[in-house]
């Protein structure tokens, strides 16, 4: 089984095996039935027959989501829509050939094999459009990302890993070792109550780097992460590759890091709090009471403001930016990684004002970062704000909040991930940039 969970399906013989299912496929579906002078022109025109129509659908489908439902807040990325394409394309040479098959058969018989081969056939292209828009995203490395496994057999925090009563956390900047450090972080889960907020969230994610794991333990920084949206905590083990980076980081450190807890905002997969207090939700009083009290109840970190930070990716990012904005003094930093201008559940903007504050745009406003920059300063606060080169967007909106932080008296710093767009890859490459910019305020020294 560990085998299976560890092979990768974003490169090597998966994704070789994806092409060759999906060219495969293509061909089955396009080459014309019964001899034909000139099947590679039947092929050609049976192929523009159905990319046209697929991708109308696909754009349709797409507008239909995007501005009639909301059900994305903003439009998918290009290259996503061009690999949805094949698929449907594929869907629908396979029923037609379905159908006229269907229609030839002698009346006794069943076309049994003919059409299971047309099935097969759409499968394999549906394989490979899968797995590049799952390449594109840069979600799930292997098999065990993409069915949970490798998630779900994370432990939960034990007592050992809690704060030790009447043991208090040396400082920082005196602590030494007493001993030999693990050479990794240890990854657990844990339930984060909504005392005062009443919020019903789902796992967090807890990575407790070498040094934490020492006795006594130094009063580490503290790192809150946010997911984007759709999904949830466990993205930033599988797409972001949170311990192996926070590995890196602490090996090249001495074993200190942040103790990161990934905090869920949403509640389920396809919710959307806005990260707000609103109609939808109490987000924010989970976000900016209930979490930090957990965190400090229940772990050995830093208590000081400025050692610690927000961060997330897409959604997470955009919620990140809000709580160093709304609370500069719970959390004195932000990585931001893609993030929105602003939080937003539809592409129009007096949706989400509808569905959040009942059409009370002044209420919503006064709750976004972009307005609360304008409003005040945070000469004593950080932003690090990263963006996929080939996502334009939001590569724009980076521009915005990081001229808008600069003004607000923010230390910032920009990084433009190359050859990457909306990814998971952003986060993840981008998490050390944002580590080694926190690093010195955090006191953590080679």
Not at 233 to 247: E, I, N, V
Not at 406 to 433: K, N
Request: charged share 15%.
């Amino acid at each position: 089984m560990g085998f299976a969970e560890d092979l990768r399906i974003v490169d090597g013989p998966v994704l070789w095996a994806a092409w060759v299912a999906g060219i495969a496929g293509a061909l089955y579906l396009l080459w014309p039935r019964g001899r034909r002078r000139t099947p590679a022109l039947h092929a050609a025109a049976a192929a523009l027959a159905a990319l046209v129509p697929a991708a109308a659908l696909v754009l349709g489908v797409h507008w239909f989501l995007v501005y009639a439902v909301a059900v994305f807040p903003d439009v998918l990325p290009s290259e996503v829509l061009g690999w949805s394409v094949p698929a449907v394309a594929a869907l629908l040479l396979a029923l037609h050939r379905a159908w006229r098959t269907w229609r030839a058969r002698p009346r006794p018989a069943r076309p049994g094999l003919p059409m299971t081969a047309a099935a097969a056939a759409f499968a394999g292209v549906l394989a490979l459009s899968a797995v590049q828009i799952n390449g594109y995203f840069g979600l799930n490395h292997t098999v065990g990302d993409l069915t949970g496994s490798a998630v779900a057999r994370i432990q939960s925090l034990a007592d050992e890993h809690k704060r030790r009563p009447g043991e208090r956390a040396a400082s920082l900047a005196g602590w030494t070792p007493s001993g030999p450090l693990p050479a990794a972080g240890l990854v657990r889960k844990a339930s984060i109550p909504g005392t005062e907020s009443g919020f019903r969230s789902r796992d967090a994610y807890v990575y407790l780097p070498p040094a934490y794991q020492n006795s006594p333990r130094p009063a580490l920084p503290v790192l809150v992460l946010f997911a984007g949206q759709p999904g949830g905590p466990a993205d930033w083990l599988t797409g972001g590759a949170l311990r192996s980076r926070m590995d890196r980081f602490a090996a090249a450190h001495r074993g200190v890091a942040p103790v990161v807890v990934v905090v869920d905002p949403n509640g389920s997969p396809n919710g959307n709090t806005l990260c707000m207090d609103s109609k939808i939700a109490q987000a924010d009083t989970f976000l900016a009471r209930d979490v930090p009290a957990w965190i400090r109840g229940t772990l050995d970190v830093d208590k000081d403001p400025r050692k610690w930070a927000a961060g997330g990716f897409s959604f997470g990012a955009t919620c990140a930016v809000q709580m160093v904005t709304r609370h500069p003094g719970i959390y004195s930093a932000a990585l931001a990684f893609s993030s929105e201008e602003e939080p937003a559940l539809a592409k129009e903007r007096h949706k989400t004002v509808e569905a959040s504050f009942g059409a009370d745009s002044g209420a919503f406003e006064r709750q976004t970062p972009l307005h609360l920059m304008q409003q005040q300063r945070f000469d004593s606060n950080a932003a690090y704000f990263a963006a996929g080169e080939r996502d334009t967007q939001f590569v724009g909106y980076l521009h915005v909040l990081s001229g808008a932080a600069r003004s607000a008296g923010f230390s910032v710093r920009e990084q433009i991930v190359p050859g990457t767009g909306h990814s998971w890859e952003v986060a993840a490459r981008g998490l050390r940039g944002g580590l080694d910019f926190l690093a010195p305020r955090w006191g953590i020294t080679r």
